[in-house]
């Protein structure tokens, strides 16, 4: 100690010495871009080492008393800092480099260190502000779609609810495969609660208000992220907030305000020949049996020609049948998101501040859906001394849902089942009044479905989200070269749902109420010493060493009144039965040690090692302790053998090797008793049905990565291309096991994953004038190969399920690629052709199959953009190719009849054959003018199935259309169902402009940018029918499942930004 | 800098021996505990695997539409022979995860505890869950069934081996028994030894007689040592049932009937009991509203004429069987009165058929409040007086009859005996066959499947039709 303090007496001593001789001079002068020319008002000039500072003003001129020997640091958002030292020159003029031009770009890595991008041994990408705030998504995960190499998004279905985002392929064959998000160095969660409850709740990190984001940083796998540690193997979204030093001068207040409207993007082709019905016979009397077919939700029945029939509306009378080709269509509205947001912010000296407001209010397009968010966030930094710093960040976050739409195919509240089994002649205007005078629904039919308008309005989802997260940093510069950091954050949730079902509802007569309520909590304290020297001339030195605690929380309490003793009134006292309740309590701790160091040659050869350890209180004693390493290199070629020129700009080869560890969730040693509800007055315990493991080993994720960039020709083409393969070892699987053991699910220890892999980010700048007009394509391309090496070390299980829908189930088979769809397949013969049944109708293979894989082959984008004084345009194309989809949309909607795709051979005018009923079997007549013998009715909608007989016969037997159709699309066969999910999704269409700073000046602003801005505009291609192939109704491992999904939206919205 | 390290890592060191036991602690699981009551376990075992044999998944869109004693007027897909894959898939994992399982750990739990009665009811109740399953599936997972830690994938017994294990399981049973040890949370029999003792005897017998057309030494040999060691039966009149509570305890058809109107009597029942004059046909049957006659519902129709039928014109069950409160029954005195008088038929014990068979009607006459003398005038008539030269037909027709409601057991019987001769649903999805036993979950193909295949080669294609082993054609 005694050392240090002499040691700093000393520094002190000098300083003054130096003082004492410098001149105290008044410098100014004007801040430009280097690229543009263009000035760059509230630039911050300040001297370095000292908390004196300045503002350029709106002209970015700027004037400061310095003294000679003094260093003047320049620096703006979207530049790189300049260092100018201060000499007789009373005029410095300084211009600032974007940070854009690849040369020198500094990114954000891990724990927030920002690092030259150069010195990098593995990939990352950045997106900016402007990317993400103006082409507004409501959930901030779509933003990163098609814009960085290797990131699959997908998205939600209507215009609310989850997004899932991988990158490069799942390394969890089970677990989850969702990156970490760290928000200023702390992570937050984005959980997505509440799976299987029927709604799709928005995943957690939505909650994140575009407007206050600065950069986000993809780092892509273990090699950037090792660090991390456990939780870094599928990668690390980093986002940067804003601070006060992101405002531009003025006096720091920034006005955005955005409006999108959204509507269908696809919406199934329905039929609109043929009506309810089965047998081509319907006529309404109680709508549950009592008329002719009227229980029947199904369009089999009478064509639509006007005729009359009793229907639900006509009491008894007859009225013309008719059909509603928009029923469906109709009953969705225009959604629309409208954003408002205020920030105000500056600079002094001693503080940087800035504090957001902003207002969300999404409505969706169901009736009756829509959430609103409001989110107050703090940002300051204060410089208490020179060497002192303080920063703080704080989000309040409340968002507030009456309703949210149903998903996943539930009569009580899913109207898509609905209208996939929807009478096509149902004029859904005569539904809005949805309700009898005696306050039971009113209805097309009564056998199964309540009013699809009941459903949206009386068994609504309600939820209301508290948030906070926010952190608190202390930096202290110890000694020229050695710094300390002790950061504090929590991210801290409580999520409350209502779930209603209204007295009345078909299947539920006397309703329900539930409350789910979770509490989510993270908490991470970190310290971290970081020293930087120079050894000798050629070698710098970058050390840094850390601890980190964390402590993560949950609790949900659940509690159901399962029928309501009397209507409309929602408490849990208001119960017929018992209350249903559950609790429960989870909570786990992890201590880490952790270090760094980075040693580069003449700044073009770079070296990065990293270690850490965990403590986990996930896994058991002796095997809680987990160590993990990583090192990395780069080395710009291009400086060191100085061939730098104006055709070669850049040549880097990178590379590296990393590890990192990975535990498990809390209490999954030791199997316990759970309850059940009790049987009168006996208590219940049964044996859990997961058998657990007591030595559970922490996972093990290990990856390769190598990579080259280079800019040609003065930098105007840039390739950035990265090869990658990881390997996941030691997995932790809760497997589905026969339930023969006893138990359905057995904890495993040795699932291992492959993930290899090709990155290629391709920038060309084929256009840029002197005028200042500019045209970039920005082009990725991302190839993810995987492969499930194992599940268990016995051998004895082959596939893990990860996700099912009825027969149809998506597993990770051992020795396949992750995500095979496997279901029930058509017979086939020796020649592969399907065999049909003595019946005429194909046959099922009793074995079930893979019928596809969920996984893409490849994904890319390509984005054009243009930019001309204060103009800009852009165009976002994005594509996945292979990978496939079932789809519950499909293969119901022509079950049922009300597809379009059911249309063929339904009568002679569609192409149907002529056939008669022997009393045995259908038998083919030669023409639709034959009358069949004895008399016997005459069929036109006659159909056969191409197929052969076990004997190798053509099939010859004539079936209905509607048996038909029922026999080829059902439920106990998924081959028919699944198609190729390939797509090119015209993703976002950009036009911005920025107004003049002339114009701007004078009407004494900073800045004004409006954009117009659409999104999801159409297909370029797709194969799927009737629905969209981005589709998730969740963010779990079980994708490549269509079950009856909300459309999917286009958005069409405008932005203003306005700076004071 | 160095002086500002070392504090810094022993704070760090002292905290991390500290540490591992607050990690240990933290991962203590606070929600569910650790260790189990045996009384709890008991009575969870019988609530959850009776809901499960009487339940939907294998006896009202299963066992009762195969026989005949029930049919669907909506959702015919089930009276088709078209089973739900989840039905199918939930019979065998509630039987096996929560029934096997459970009972498994309770006779366990009955060595540590040092009380044999809670093994022997479990063994019991454990033999009563495996003789379920192997009637509808034929050859299952039985000795490496439940020890997950041997056997992550255990291997098909072929059904004699099944059927033999458990005769032997249940004889040893009843040996366990002691006087004086309680036996608390006994749902079915609340903890009397000797009832459960008639209840695995006459379990023994019912197996005895299932097995008889293929090992008829095998089953004379139990009859014979039931009645050796004291033919300890169940009491005349006396039934094994579930006593079902209000909702949310409520018997799984009462559950049913509360939201749902998909189920009607089936036309072959009530035809025979109109034929035979049987006063249990107002019992087992309703009257509609609108018609004022008991009319059954022919197995098999199409959904569109099922629901043409309209919802007040057929008769459902009666509400014997679809209250809330209605009983499962398990086992009844008159099941138990007609195997006895078949095993007398047969030579497997001495005694009159006819006595015995005559003893089984009255016993299920009075299972239902009807006379004894009622009884007596019925057994007279013509159809229904016991013919020994066909006692396939007469045992199978009124011992049909008898297990009304009990599905399983009559689509066992049935299956056996051969009688009654029904006719297969009418637009029956199996080239007018009749369903012989479930399939096989899918899942088993996924994760038991190399046993599965082996299963499948012994017994035949894995498909409703193919008959298990008792069923000798």
Same mark, same amino acid.
């Given at each position: 100690m005694k050392y240090v303090k002499r040691l700093s007496g000393l520094l002190s001593a000098l300083l003054w010495i130096q003082q004492s001789y410098a001149q105290e001079i008044r410098v100014g002068g004007v801040v430009t871009s280097r690229q543009d020319a263009q000035r760059i008002p509230g630039a911050v000039i300040r001297i370095k080492g000292t908390s004196q500072g300045t503002q350029a003003d709106a002209d970015g001129k700027y004037t400061i008393s310095a003294h000679t020997g003094d260093t003047l640091q320049i620096?703006?958002?979207?530049?790189?800092?300049?260092?100018?030292?201060?000499?007789?020159?009373?005029?410095?003029?300084?211009?600032?480099?974007?940070?854009?031009?690849?040369?020198?770009?500094?990114?954000?890595?891990?724990?927030?260190?920002?690092?030259?991008?150069?010195?990098?041994?593995?990939?990352?990408?950045?997106?900016?502000?402007?990317?993400?705030?103006?082409?507004?998504?409501?959930?901030?995960?779509?933003?990163?779609?098609?814009?960085?190499?290797?990131?699959?998004?997908?998205?939600?279905?209507?215009?609310?609810?989850?997004?899932?985002?991988?990158?490069?392929?799942?390394?969890?064959?089970?677990?989850?495969?969702?990156?970490?998000?760290?928000?200023?160095?702390?992570?937050?969660?984005?959980?997505?609660?509440?799976?299987?409850?029927?709604?799709?709740?928005?995943?957690?990190?939505?909650? +994140?208000?575009?407007?206050?984001?600065?950069?986000?940083?993809?780092?892509?796998?273990?090699?950037?992220a090792a660090l991390y540690g456990s939780r870094a193997a599928n990668g690390v979204i980093l986002i940067k907030t804003k601070t006060g030093k992101d405002t531009k001068g003025g006096i720091g207040v920034t006005v955005n305000s955005n409006a999108t409207f959204e509507s269908l993007l696809v919406l199934p082709d329905f039929q609109n020949v043929y009506g309810q019905g089965a047998g081509g016979q319907f006529s309404y009397k109680d709508g549950k049996g009592g008329g002719l077919n009227d229980g029947t939700d199904e369009s089999w029945g009478p064509k639509m020609d006007g005729r009359l029939i009793p229907q639900f509306f006509s009491n008894g009378e007859a009225v013309p049948f008719v059909p509603h080709p928009n029923n469906v269509k109709d009953f969705y509205v225009t959604g629309y998101t409208l954003n408002n947001g205020l920030a105000v912010g500056g600079t002094t000296d001693k503080i940087d501040y800035r504090?957001?407001?902003?207002?969300?209010?999404?409505?969706?397009?169901?009736?009756?859906?829509?959430?609103?968010?409001?989110?107050?966030?703090?940002?300051?930094?204060?410089?208490?001394?020179?060497?002192?710093t303080l920063s703080t960040y704080a989000d309040y976050i409340r968002t507030a849902a009456d309703n949210l739409p149903g998903v996943d195919g539930r009569r009580g509240n899913s109207v898509t089942l609905q209208f996939i089994w929807f009478g096509r002649q149902v004029d859904v205007a005569r539904l809005k009044n949805y309700k009898n005078p005696d306050g039971t629904d009113y209805n097309w039919n009564h056998s199964y479905y309540s009013n699809p308008y009941w459903i949206q309005n009386e068994n609504t989802v309600g939820q209301l989200r508290n948030r906070f997260f926010g952190n608190a940093r202390l930096s202290y510069e110890i000694l020229d070269w050695l710094s300390a950091n002790l950061r504090i954050g929590t991210d801290y949730y409580q999520d409350r749902r209502k779930y209603k079902v209204a007295y009345y509802t078909n299947g539920t007569p006397f309703g329900s109420y539930t409350e789910d309520n979770y509490a989510v909590g993270e908490t991470n304290g970190e310290f971290t010493l970081n020293a930087k020297r120079k050894l000798g001339r050629d070698f710098n030195l970058d050390v840094l060493a850390g601890g980190n605690i964390r402590t993560n929380q949950f609790e949900q309490n659940y509690q159901q009144a399962p029928k309501l003793a009397v209507k409309d009134v929602y408490t849990l006292n208001n119960s017929r039965d018992p209350l249903i309740s559950t609790s429960y309590f989870s909570k786990q701790k992890v201590y880490s040690a952790f270090g760094s160091a980075q040693l580069s040659y003449h700044n073009y050869a770079f070296v990065n090692v990293t270690a850490r350890n965990d403590w986990s209180s996930t896994l058991p004693a002796g095997n809680n302790s987990y160590f993990y390493p990583s090192v990395n290199a780069s080395l710009v070629v291009s400086d060191a053998l100085h061939i730098q020129s104006k055709a070669l700009s850049l040549l880097k080869v990178r590379g590296g090797w990393a590890q990192v560890g990975k535990d498990t969730d809390p209490y999954q040693l030791i199997s316990t008793y759970p309850f059940n509800q009790p049987f009168g007055s006996y208590p219940l315990q049964t044996v859990s049905d997961k058998f657990l493991k007591k030595d559970l080993k922490p996972e093990i994720t290990t990856s390769t990565e190598v990579g080259l960039e280079a800019g040609f020709l003065d930098n105007r083409l840039r390739l950035d291309v990265t090869w990658y393969n990881s390997n996941s070892r030691n997995q932790i699987?809760?497997?589905?096991?026969?339930?023969?053991?006893?138990?359905?699910?057995?904890?495993?220890?040795?699932?291992?994953?492959?993930?290899?892999?090709?990155?290629?980010?391709?920038?060309?700048?084929?256009?840029?004038?002197?005028?200042?007009?500019?045209?970039?394509?920005?082009?990725?391309?991302?190839?993810?190969?995987?492969?499930?090496?194992?599940?268990?070390?016995?051998?004895?299980?082959?596939?893990?399920?990860?996700?099912?829908?009825?027969?149809?189930?998506?597993?990770?088979?051992?020795?396949?690629?992750?995500?095979?769809?496997?279901?029930? %397949?058509?017979?086939?013969?020796?020649?592969?052709?399907?065999?049909?049944?003595?019946?005429?109708?194909?046959?099922?293979?009793?074995?079930?199959? +893979?019928?596809?894989?969920?996984?893409?082959?490849?994904?890319?984008?390509?984005?054009?953009?243009?930019?001309?004084?204060?103009?800009?345009?852009?165009?976002?194309?994005?594509?996945?190719?292979?990978?496939?989809?079932?789809?519950?949309?499909?293969?119901?909607?022509?079950?049922?009849?009300?597809?379009?795709?059911?249309?063929?051979?339904?009568?002679?005018?569609?192409?149907?054959?002529?056939?008669?009923?022997?009393?045995?079997?259908? +038998?083919?007549?030669?023409?639709?003018?034959?009358? %069949?013998?004895?008399?016997?009715?005459?069929?036109?909608?006659?159909?056969?199935?191409?197929?052969?007989?076990?004997?190798?016969?053509?099939?010859?037997?004539?079936?209905?259309?509607?048996?038909?159709?029922?026999?080829?699309?059902?439920?106990?066969?998924?081959?028919?169902?699944?198609?190729?999910?390939?797509?090119?999704?015209?993703?976002?269409?950009?036009?911005?402009?920025?107004?003049?700073?002339?114009?701007?000046?004078?009407?004494?602003?900073?800045?004004?940018?409006?954009?117009?801005?659409?999104?999801?505009?159409?297909?370029?291609q797709k194969h799927v029918p009737n629905i969209d192939p981005e589709t998730a109704f969740n963010t779990g491992n079980g994708q490549g499942l269509e079950t009856l999904q909300i459309p999917t939206t286009r958005s069409i919205g405008f932005n203003l930004n306005v700076s004071f | 800098m160095k002086k500002l390290l070392i504090p810094f890592f022993i704070i760090w060191t002292i905290c991390f021996s500290a540490c591992q036991k607050e990690l240990e602690k933290i991962n203590r699981n606070p929600n569910e505990p650790n260790t189990v009551q045996p009384d709890y376990l008991l009575s969870n075992g019988i609530k959850s695997n009776v809901d499960t044999y009487w339940g939907q998944d294998a006896t009202m869109d299963g066992a009762l539409l195969y026989v005949q004693y029930w049919s669907k007027i909506q959702y015919t897909d089930a009276d088709r022979y078209i089973p739900a894959s989840t039905s199918i898939q939930t019979v065998w994992s509630n039987f096996?995860?929560?029934?096997?399982?459970?009972?498994?750990?309770?006779?366990?739990?009955?060595?540590?505890?040092?009380?044999?009665?809670?093994?022997?009811?479990?063994?019991?109740?454990?033999?009563?869950?495996?003789?379920?399953?192997?009637?509808?599936?034929?050859?299952?997972?039985?000795?490496?069934?439940?020890?997950?830690?041997?056997?992550?994938?255990?291997?098909?017994?072929?059904?004699?081996?099944?059927?033999?294990?458990?005769?032997?399981?249940?004889?040893?049973?009843?040996?366990?028994?002691?006087?004086?040890?309680?036996?608390?949370?006994?749902?079915?029999?609340?903890?009397?030894?000797?009832?459960?003792?008639?209840?695995?005897?006459?379990?023994?017998l019912r197996i005895a007689l299932r097995i008889a057309d293929r090992d008829f030494a095998a089953a004379k040999a139990v009859f014979d040592d039931v009645a050796a060691s004291g033919n300890i039966l169940l009491q005349k009149d006396s039934l094994v049932k579930l006593n079902y509570l209000a909702s949310p305890n409520q018997n799984p058809v009462g559950r049913n009937r509360e939201t749902r109107n998909d189920y009607r009597i089936s036309k072959s029942i009530v035809d025979k009991l109109k034929a035979l004059g049987d006063p249990r046909l107002s019992i087992y049957a309703t009257v509609p509203k609108d018609t004022n006659v008991i009319i059954g519902v022919t197995n098999g129709l199409p959904n569109d004429s099922a629901a043409r039928l309209g919802f007040s014109k057929t008769s459902d069950a009666g509400a014997v069987f679809t209250a809330t409160t209605a009983p499962a029954i398990l086992f009844s005195y008159a099941e138990q009165q007609f195997i006895l008088a078949e095993a007398a038929q047969r030579g497997l014990i001495s005694g009159n058929a006819a006595t015995l068979y005559n003893q089984a009607i009255t016993a299920s006459f009075a299972q239902y409040g009807i006379s004894a003398a009622e009884a007596a005038t019925y057994v007279t008539k013509p159809g229904v007086a016991y013919d020994g030269g066909n006692y396939k037909k007469y045992i199978g027709e009124q011992k049909w009859l008898a297990l009304f409601g009990q599905g399983l057991e009559a689509f066992a019987e049935w299956r056996r005996l051969d009688y009654p001769q029904l006719k297969p649903a009418l637009t029956g999805a199996l080239n007018g066959k009749m369903p012989q036993r479930f399939t096989y979950p899918s899942s088993e193909q996924a994760l038991n499947g190399a046993n599965y295949k082996a299963a499948v080669a012994r017994q035949g294609s894995d498909l409703l039709t193919t008959r298990v082993w008792f069923d000798v054609n």
């Open positions: 620096s703006f958002i979207g530049f790189q800092t300049a260092l100018v030292p201060v000499l007789q020159h009373h005029i410095i003029n300084i211009s600032l480099e974007n940070t854009d031009s690849k040369l020198q770009e500094v990114v954000v890595t891990a724990l927030g260190i920002s690092k030259e991008k150069k010195s990098l041994g593995y990939a990352v990408q950045e997106l900016k502000s402007k990317d993400i705030a103006e082409a507004r998504e409501t959930n901030l995960v779509n933003a990163l779609s098609g814009k960085i190499a290797g990131v699959q998004v997908t998205n939600s279905q209507g215009n609310l609810g989850s997004s899932r985002i991988v990158i490069r392929g799942e390394t969890s064959i089970a677990g989850n495969n969702q990156p970490l998000f760290i928000l200023d160095g702390i992570p937050v969660d984005n959980s997505q609660l509440g799976i299987g409850t029927g709604r799709d709740f928005a995943n957690a990190i939505s909650d +994140v208000n575009p407007d206050d984001i600065a950069s986000i940083s993809v780092l892509k796998g273990p090699n950037a504090f957001s407001y902003n207002n969300t209010r999404q409505s969706g397009i169901l009736p009756n859906t829509g959430i609103t968010r409001n989110t107050f966030t703090a940002s300051n930094t204060f410089r208490i001394t020179p060497k002192l699987l809760l497997a589905d096991v026969s339930p023969t053991t006893g138990y359905l699910k057995k904890l495993l220890n040795a699932g291992e994953i492959n993930n290899r892999g090709i990155e290629v980010m391709l920038g060309l700048t084929p256009v840029t004038t002197r005028s200042g007009f500019r045209w970039d394509v920005n082009v990725n391309f991302a190839r993810n190969v995987s492969k499930v090496i194992e599940l268990d070390k016995e051998g004895f299980l082959n596939d893990y399920v990860l996700g099912s829908s009825g027969n149809i189930q998506v597993l990770a088979s051992k020795g396949k690629r992750y995500g095979a769809l496997y279901g029930k %397949a058509f017979a086939r013969d020796a020649q592969n052709r399907i065999i049909v049944n003595d019946d005429g109708t194909p046959a099922i293979d009793p074995n079930k199959k +893979v019928l596809g894989y969920f996984t893409p082959n490849w994904t890319g984008g390509i984005n054009n953009s243009f930019s001309f004084k204060g103009f800009s345009l852009s165009f976002l194309i994005d594509t996945k190719q292979g990978g496939s989809i079932w789809s519950g949309t499909n293969y119901t909607g022509i079950y049922t009849g009300v597809l379009a795709a059911s249309l063929p051979g339904r009568d002679a005018d569609l192409g149907g054959l002529p056939y008669y009923y022997d009393g045995q079997k259908n +038998v083919q007549l030669p023409d639709h003018n034959t009358a %069949a013998p004895g008399g016997a009715a005459v069929h036109h909608d006659g159909m056969i199935f191409d197929g052969y007989t076990a004997d190798g016969k053509k099939n010859t037997r004539i079936l209905s259309a509607e048996d038909y159709y029922k026999s080829v699309y059902n439920s106990s066969v998924n081959e028919s169902s699944v198609y190729d999910a390939s797509f090119i999704k015209l993703r976002e269409i950009k036009l911005g402009y920025s107004l003049p700073q002339s114009w701007v000046h004078r009407l004494k602003l900073q800045s004004v940018n409006v954009a117009l801005v659409a999104r999801n505009l159409g297909y370029l | 096996y995860a929560q029934g096997i399982q459970d009972f498994t750990t309770l006779a366990q739990l009955g060595d540590s505890l040092h009380n044999p009665n809670y093994k022997a009811i479990a063994i019991i109740m454990r033999s009563w869950i495996f003789q379920q399953l192997t009637d509808l599936y034929g050859d299952i997972p039985y000795r490496q069934a439940a020890s997950i830690e041997q056997y992550l994938t255990p291997v098909y017994d072929s059904q004699r081996v099944v059927y033999n294990g458990l005769l032997a399981e249940l004889k040893n049973a009843n040996t366990l028994f002691t006087n004086n040890a309680d036996v608390q949370g006994d749902v079915l029999l609340r903890g009397d030894p000797l009832r459960w003792k008639q209840f695995a005897n006459a379990l023994r």
